[in-house]
Antibody, heavy 120, light 107 residues
Framework: QVQLVQSGAEVKKPGASVKVSCKASGYTFTSYGISWVRQAPGQGLEWMGWISTYNGDTYYVQKFQGRVTMTTDTSTSTAYMELRSLGSDDTAVYYC?????????????WGQGTLVTVSS | DIQMTQSPSSVSASVGDRVTITCRASQGMSYWLAWYQQKPGKAPKLLIYAASSLQSGVPSRFSGSGSGTDFTLTISSLQPEDVATYYC?????????FGGGTKVEIK
């Protein structure tokens, strides 16, 4: 079955970086883009950006530009999201999600989520 | 950028009731809208895409309608397992965006 499995929880100090992985299985990885979405504790969903698994094109939400990098490794069907210069307001659950075919930007399925805690 | 406004922010209804959630976009986006269900501690799950298409495996009591700027998610007969937060998402153009969420509870 189609599945996205994310890396485990992380605890980081302010100013540090975190890199979350998302391993896909059950489908042709390079045929569907991947988006990253985060959810702060008790808050709603916040879309961070998208990466084409076909050619590596990216789109980052402006508030994250300069601080986020999304990449893929097609040899292992894995997507990565690195966020730098972490602050306490980056504490959240980070999700990867498989987009639809082509320019269909709804997401199914989602990874199980990775809790990133930023604390001194 | 397209902004999404959901209402109400929460709703409490009895089992068997009809529940309606609305989502308004700040500009027209045809049918490029999705709805998700998120249960506590779980990842969101796609319910509806293209405004009114039911995702495979989703119970038929869920339905979506609308186009342009105004969209609706309806649960025709609320069940205990439907307790969750529901989000709309515009899929028309980057940057994509979610509505603020609607928490559905049983009265």
């Amino acid at each position: 079955q189609v599945q996205l499995v994310q890396s485990g929880a992380e605890v980081k100090k302010p100013g540090a970086s975190v890199k979350v992985s998302c391993k896909a299985s059950g489908y042709t990885f390079t045929s569907y883009g991947i988006s990253w979405v985060r959810q702060a504790p008790g808050q709603g969903l916040e879309w961070m950006g998208w990466i084409s698994t076909y050619n590596g094109d990216t789109y980052y939400v402006q508030k994250f530009q300069g601080r986020v990098t999304m990449t893929t490794d097609t040899s292992t069907s894995t997507a990565y999201m690195e966020l730098r210069s972490l602050g306490s307001d980056d504490t959240a659950v980070y999700y990867c999600a498989k987009a639809g075919y082509g320019k269909l930007y709804w997401f199914d399925p989602w990874g199980q989520g990775t809790l990133v805690t930023v604390s001194s | 950028d397209i902004q999404m406004t959901q209402s109400p922010s929460s709703v409490s209804a009895s089992v068997g009731d009809r529940v309606t959630i609305t989502c308004r976009a700040s500009q027209g986006m045809s049918y490029w809208l999705a709805w998700y269900q998120q249960k506590p501690g779980k990842a969101p799950k796609l319910l509806i895409y293209a405004a009114s298409s039911l995702q495979s495996g989703v119970p038929s009591r869920f339905s979506g309608s609308g186009s342009g700027t105004d969209f609706t998610l309806t649960i025709s007969s609320l069940q205990p397992e439907d307790v969750a937060t529901y989000y709309c998402q515009q899929a028309h153009s980057f940057p994509l965006a979610f509505g603020g969420g609607t928490k559905v509870e049983i009265k």
